[in-house]
């Protein structure tokens, strides 16, 4: 290092990304992997039991969704499922879990501010942003579709 | 009092810390300073609903504590000041609004407990027979006002520091017999754009490195006089840098120098990654460790420099960076 | 690897028609539907769809609302385009549970709702896909506020 790593702003950044230790990425995306792929098969097993029921695709996977969500709104509930997270990272925040988790771990911490304003309120302070994105991608993508498809579709 | 350059005053007549007390959670019990605490808890909560209400009562017990034990009436105490964390530095005023004390709520960040020791020395100098100051955080009501709820099973990167738990205490008094605040060195914000809040050592260390060498600058001190240079919580990535920018400034600290936030932890067992963090941070291990490592004469010259990063979940959000500030205090026998 | 799949499989299906008895069969013959080819594609795309996510996190800073944002939007687009489905057919549940697949469900189902109700499927469609796993996060989330405190981590 040349120069003072404090003349600007941009020489200091890039000296405190080399001062800062690195995450241990292969590790995280090791446990990441077998956490989040063994998420994804327990959907499996329960999909594929449903299928033997015969039921179809798109109810299985709301029983998929109903069934994995409860099991982590109970690990969190239990103060387990952080333990998961932090060992797992994204293994167990990006299945559907994760979204389940961020709605009760707020519920759970609020709690203290009532159950109104509190519970209620700020339930959705961090899964708040994934239905505002996902119901407004949605939105846009049954609009472009109505716009472009070719069949005919009522228009009311 | 006279001021020594732009930014330090010395004091003519040093005013003495006559006691200090310390209250800490229970991950704190666990690290390697916890024998030198008045007080571990076995629980964070210590039988309050919530954690807000737990902090004060951290603090007002604390506060208790440092009366008692410094024998002194709370009459006799003239003012008080204290701070914390959460907004409004709620803890403070909820947990001392039965010590009918004058009270001035500081906010410093996790300087605070510097900057009412620093106040504290200025009051005694002119009015004040005893002032109070304290200080503390919570890991719990941190998070929950910081960062995320303390279910959200989210990983720590390996720059996270790890907010103390536990609040501390002192009593500063015009006429004593030492340890002596001799001089002190108030900083300036000092903001290098570090926006990661998860990165609050680097964020804070640019402020420790103006305040440290304004304070060897307009004492015309060097590292040397001291026994021990003592930074509040810039943890292990802060101090890294800390060492690093004062040595290309012409200042060799590496001997002498250390942080609270490095010291309360282990960080090998504790898996608190970059250290302790927090008004506390500084506030218990000063109160605890080094108070009584002056009372032993095993240090007999501190330089302690309490550092904090201005900033909150708002400006955060709005993609500002974080400034820094750090204040020092000199401690002599 | 597929040959001893393959073997265990038939090992399986061994196992329960020659060893168990005829009740047990009956019980533990939901099982018999599992298919393991299926389940080991299911394994390999969920947990390579959750290292993007963990390669986001610890590259990029991005907090745990902006991972969700990302991958469900992620979802929603490559569902309207039509490719998502075919991630869908290969590894089942591999690509529903994660949040990719939320993503994709909301978009299948405003599509689908066009289809069916025109403009107001639009607006319809999507939510009504995803009801399920919206009402129960809602209603548990409630639930263990009711029944439990949070804990200090350790």
Redesign the interface.
């Known amino acids: 290092m040349g120069s003072n790593p404090l003349d600007t702003k941009k020489d200091y950044q890039n000296y405190v990304d080399q001062k800062s230790p690195n995450s241990p990425i292969l590790k995280n995306c090791f446990n990441a992997f077998w956490v989040g792929g063994l998420i994804c098969s327990i959907g499996q097993i329960i999909m594929d039991i449903c299928a033997s029921k015969g039921l179809d695709t798109q109810i299985s996977g709301t029983i998929v969704s109903i069934i994995l969500i409860g099991i982590s709104a109970f690990l969190t509930g239990l103060n387990i499922f952080n333990k998961i997270g932090k060992f797992a990272g994204a293994g167990s925040l990006v299945p559907i879990t994760g979204f389940a988790n961020s709605i009760v771990s707020p519920a759970m911490e609020y709690k203290s501010e009532g159950y109104v304003m509190g519970v209620g309120g700020k339930m959705f302070t961090v899964a708040g942003p994934v239905l505002v994105f996902g119901i407004s991608a949605s939105i846009i993508v049954g609009f472009i579709y109505l716009i472009f498809n070719t069949q005919t579709v009522p228009l009311v | 009092m006279k001021k020594l350059g732009k930014q330090t005053i010395q004091f003519d007549n040093p005013p003495t810390i006559l006691e200090t007390a310390s209250i800490v959670?229970?991950?704190e019990a666990d690290g390697p300073l916890a024998k030198y605490f008045d007080q571990c808890l076995d629980d964070?909560l210590w039988g309050e609903?919530?954690?807000?209400k737990a902090e004060s009562k951290i603090i007002k017990e604390t506060v208790n504590s440092v009366i008692a034990k410094s024998g002194i009436s709370s009459d006799t105490i003239d003012y008080c000041f204290a701070g914390d964390l959460l907004n409004q530095c709620i803890s403070s005023s909820f947990g001392l609004r039965e010590i009918n004390i004058p009270f001035f709520g500081i906010f410093g960040a996790c300087s605070t407990f510097v900057e009412g020791l620093s106040l504290a020395a200025v009051f005694t100098e002119s009015v004040a027979e005893n002032v109070l100051c304290a200080a503390s955080s919570h890991?719990?009501s941190a998070?929950?006002q910081f960062r995320?709820?303390?279910?959200?099973?989210?990983?720590?990167?390996?720059?996270a520091q790890w907010t103390v738990t536990g609040a501390g205490s002192a009593i500063v008094t015009k006429s004593g017999t030492g340890p002596f605040i001799t001089t002190m060195t108030t900083g300036k914000i000092v903001d290098?754009?570090?926006k990661?809040a998860?990165?609050m050592g680097?964020a804070m260390a640019?402020a420790a490195?103006d305040t440290l060498i304004t304070h060897f600058k307009d004492t015309g001190r060097t590292p040397n006089y001291y026994d021990a240079i003592i930074t509040g919580d810039l943890g292990y990535?802060g101090k890294?840098?800390l060492i690093?920018?004062a040595k290309?400034q012409g200042y060799n600290i590496k001997s002498n120098y250390n942080d609270c936030g490095v010291l309360i932890f282990d960080k090998s067992t504790q898996?608190t990654h970059s250290g302790g963090s927090g008004c506390a941070c500084c506030g218990t291990v000063f109160s605890g460790y080094f108070f009584n490592q002056l009372r032993k004469k095993e240090i007999k010259k501190l330089l302690l420099i309490a550092t904090g990063a201005l900033t909150n979940s708002t400006t955060s959000q709005q993609g500002e960076?974080i400034p820094g500030i750090a204040h020092a205090i000199s401690i002599e026998l | 690897m597929m040959i001893t799949l393959l073997e265990c499989k038939k090992f399986y299906n061994d196992f329960f028609i020659n060893f168990q008895s005829e009740r047990v069969v009956i019980n533990m013959g939901i099982f018999e539907s599992i298919d393991l080819m299926q389940l080991l594609r299911c394994f390999v795309v969920g947990g390579l769809i959750c290292v993007i996510g963990q390669v986001l996190i610890d590259k990029t800073k991005l907090t745990p609302a902006r991972i969700l944002v990302i991958f469900v939007t992620t979802g929603a687009i490559l569902g309207g385009l039509g490719i998502y489905k075919y991630l869908v057919d290969f590894a089942g549940a591999g690509a529903t549970v994660p949040l990719t697949g939320f993503g994709n469900n909301l978009a299948k189902g405003a599509i689908e709702g066009v289809k069916e109700y025109g403009i107001v499927g639009i607006f319809t469609g999507g939510v009504k896909n995803a009801a399920g796993g919206i009402a129960a996060a809602v209603f548990f989330g409630y639930i263990a506020s009711l029944i439990s405190k949070p804990k200090m981590k350790k």
């Open positions: 959670g229970p991950k964070e609903k919530t954690w807000e890991f719990c998070e929950k995320f709820p303390l279910e959200l099973g989210n990983q720590r990167p390996p720059t290098m754009g570090i990661d998860n990165s680097a640019p490195l990535i890294d840098i690093d920018l290309l898996d960076s």
